[in-house]
């Protein structure tokens, strides 16, 4: 079957009477562009697309060497087809053939939709050109539908997903725009409501994304589910797990020849765009412009649409429809916008709670003290998965520290020093100028551990894979399970410490209203009852694992990072075996690294003033001062001889001083 052999779409008069009858008994609306939709098995479909859906599911008779590119409209379909069709069939066409077909042909006419092109226009279309193994075809059926029509069939489905706001911007600028004059034909706050509402294309979104999801879940061998935000962060990462998965692994030989960027490059939407088939040509079953597959594909981009409120809206609605879906699937560029609740948490722990002492910390949160440390419920049960589960390597490296003791600037330094040979600092495109340092250094118990009892570790695939922790290092040590991996931990003065607490803590990020006094936080600091303290506790436990194996725990200080930052970063390399060459250091490598990981150069950096966390909070409030001596600036007299009288108490004897 030759698609431009099609030159027009179903209409509805020219329906099939099963069609028409079965149409005529399910929910019925019109999306935000005034169009027909009907509702079958839970998804929103025009009447000519749902006999496309009907006719597949009848007649498709499929192969297990199939495979499906399936996703949500808007997604980033254009782009996984491209990177799928380059890596099946590499072999048949390098990515540097003159003639490749990608260099010729729209993606969407490589991999064409069962419902919306093959199945379309015919009850039973003509399938011999895709003699050849494996077949690749796409679709936006919903998880469930799909598998109706392949019967059982193990072939493969690659699914691609994406930040709901982002997804939800694209999408209007795609349904909602004509494509002749770029009349806008439904305004963004219309679409904005019915994609709230689920009446869209394909929709709802979330049951969309549910569906295959669950799917990854029961089976990953038949179901990969990929997410945007990590093709475009990690693409080298994920084309490699694209490719096990599809059952065609590079090789060695592959992998260092280059041609993983080859096909990256080849497939990459700014390439895809430039092309002139893409340019000027049309999608023959539609009529479609080509070029209207190609916009940004930026990840964020929704902020220039979204109002707080539409932000607030959609965030609430994500929240209700994918708690207990015990996922890691997050709707923002690393995790999902919202916090386990407490009737989230697993019977084990609830019953482990009941037996732990427990209190309020300054905020009013409910805490609970497990192996000498406060936590809240939800992160408790995250380090319990932890110690469960975590899987570690003797490479790995976890930056250690008690909240607001300087984990921001250590982890942008030691993310720095360890991929300098592939990021250099001086590299425009250098992965610190456009993510926060949390999200490049994920926590164990705040990030992987808090969603999943077992989270996908395999983005970490690349040595040395790196984590981070405010666990002490008694607990962290028991999810280590006697490895040899490198900790680095960063202390600092107790009493800059508690303000720079304090400042993080007790304010609503929204509104920077306080909701602690100064003076309560200092007393449940003193106390030790503060999220993840004592303090003293948490850094001895440190201090002495590193007098025990100076090879595995290097011990720093915030306040000599300052004052000798050189020396330090020097040191930090050689502990993890990266040391500065001589060249390195009489080029100004060191002082590079130094410059760019300054909390002064991350603070001015957009991400970090106007970015946010999965967790919600603002990249912002982790820059403030960053100063040693701030605390004379809060602290009483009284208040200072106070903390120091408990600190000569706690650390007496140990040999750490600050």
């Known amino acids: 079957m030759d698609e431009k052999k099609i030159t027009m779409n179903v209409r509805n008069d020219e329906l099939s009477e099963e069609s028409k009858t079965l149409i005529s008994s399910l929910p019925s609306d019109k999306n935000s562009t005034g169009v027909n939709v009907c509702k079958y098995q839970g998804c929103w479909y025009t009447p000519p697309i749902l006999q496309g859906v009907l006719n597949f599911q009848k007649n498709f008779k499929p192969q297990d060497t199939d495979i499906i590119v399936a996703s949500f409209p808007k997604c980033g379909t254009t782009w996984l087809k491209a990177l799928i069709f380059a890596v099946v069939r590499r072999s048949k066409h390098p990515s540097h053939d003159d003639h490749h077909p990608l260099l010729s042909d729209n993606p969407h006419v490589l991999s064409p939709s069962l419902e919306m092109y093959l199945y379309l226009c015919s009850e039973n279309p003509d399938l011999t050109k895709f003699s050849s193994s494996s077949r690749l075809f796409s679709t936006h059926m919903p998880s469930h539908t799909l598998q109706e029509g392949l019967k059982g069939s193990t072939c493969k489905i690659v699914y691609m997903s994406r930040n709901v706001k982002d997804t939800l911007v694209s999408y209007w600028h795609f349904f909602t725009k004509k494509q002749t004059d770029d009349n806008i034909i439904s305004s963004v706050e219309d679409t904005f409501e019915m994609f709230c509402r689920g009446v869209n294309f394909f929709g709802p979104f979330w049951d969309h994304v549910l569906s295959y999801w669950r799917g990854s879940l029961e089976d990953p061998n038949h179901v990969l589910f990929m997410k945007f935000e990590e093709m475009k962060e990690e693409p080298r990462e994920q084309i490699k797990r694209l490719a096990e998965f599809l059952g065609c692994p590079f090789t060695k030989e592959e992998e260092e020849s ?34 209207t597959f190609f916009r940004k594909g930026e990840v964020g981009d929704w902020k220039n649409y979204l109002t707080p409120e539409m932000e607030n809206k959609i965030d609430m609605i994500i929240q209700e429809k994918l708690q207990n879906s015990e996922s890691l699937f997050v709707m923002d560029v690393k995790k999902m916008e919202m916090n386990l609740r407490i009737e989230d948490l697993n019977e084990e722990t609830t019953t482990l709670i009941s037996s732990l002492p427990s209190d309020k910390d300054f905020t009013g949160k409910n805490i609970c003290k497990y192996q000498g440390c406060w936590y809240t419920h939800n992160v408790l049960q995250a380090v319990l998965n932890f110690q469960k589960s975590f899987k570690p390597q003797d490479t790995d490296i976890i930056v250690a520290s008690f909240p607001k003791c300087g984990t921001t600037w250590l982890k942008a330094l030691t993310f720095a020093l360890l991929h300098r040979s592939k990021q250099p600092s001086h590299d425009d495109d250098h992965p610190l100028l456009s993510n926060n340092p949390h999200v490049l250094v994920p926590y164990f118990e705040i990030d ?5 009892e077992n989270p996908e570790l395999t983005k970490f695939s690349s040595s040395p894979r790196l984590f981070s922790t405010h666990m002490p290092s008694h607990t962290l ?77 290097l011990f720093m200080k915030f306040e000599e990072m300052k004052a000798e930052p050189r020396d330090q970063i020097k040191k930090l390399a050689e502990f993890l075996g990266c040391p500065f060459t001589e060249e390195e250091e009489e080029s100004g490598s060191v002082d590079e690294i130094i410059d760019l990981c300054s909390l002064r150069n991350l603070s001015s950096l957009e991400i970090n003033k106007t970015g946010k966390l999965n967790s919600g909070r603002e990249n912002k409030t982790f820059f403030r001062k960053g100063e040693v001596g701030d605390w004379k600036n809060y ?20 040999g750490l001083k600050f």
């Open 635 to 654: 602290l009483t007299p009284e208040m200072e001889n106070k903390i120091d009288m408990i600190i000569q108490e706690k650390l007496q004897n140990s």
């Open 448 to 452: 992987l551990y808090y969603y999943s």
């Open 477 to 553: 040590q028991e999810g280590l399970k006697g490895s040899t991996c490198k900790i680095l931990y960063i202390s600092r003065n107790v009493k800059d410490t508690l303000v720079s607490y304090w400042h993080f803590f007790t304010k609503k990020q929204t509104d920077e209203k306080i909701i602690s006094s100064f003076e309560d936080t200092f007393e449940m600091f003193c106390r030790g009852v503060s999220i993840f303290g004592p303090f003293w506790d948490h850094v001895l436990s440190y201090w002495r694992g590193s007098l025990e194996d100076l090879n595995h725990v």
């Open 258 to 291: 280059g041609l993983m960027d080859e096909i990256i490059d080849l497939c990459s939407l700014r390439n895809l765009s430039s092309l002139e088939i893409n340019k000027t040509g049309k999608l023959h079953s539609t009529g479609r412009e080509n070029k």
